[in-house]
């Protein structure tokens, strides 16, 4: 579901396949996410950020695709992660 979950995300903005292509977006499930050092791993994609000259730096986001609040968060009503 990953990719799927990327490709309606970006659909929401008008962006397709071919353009994540090129921005070398790249779908991650839970694991893919814990491997990535992050402090919440949740389904989600990679979004690099790039150089003057058009070249992966080491930045970038991380979009989530799920709701990841838990306990008084969720209850309370507070605003999801993006």
Do not use: C, Q
């Amino acid at each position: 579901m990953s990719k799927k979950g990327m490709l309606d995300d970006l659909a929401r903005s008008g962006l397709t396949e071919a353009d994540a292509k090129k921005l070398k977006m790249v779908p991650h499930d839970r694991n893919g996410a814990a491997k990535l050092g992050l402090s919440h791993t949740a389904e989600g994609y990679l979004i690099p950020y790039f150089d003057f000259k058009g070249r992966p730096t080491k930045f970038f986001r991380y979009r989530l695709l799920e709701d990841i609040r838990t306990g008084f968060d969720k209850v309370a009503g507070k605003k999801a992660l993006k």
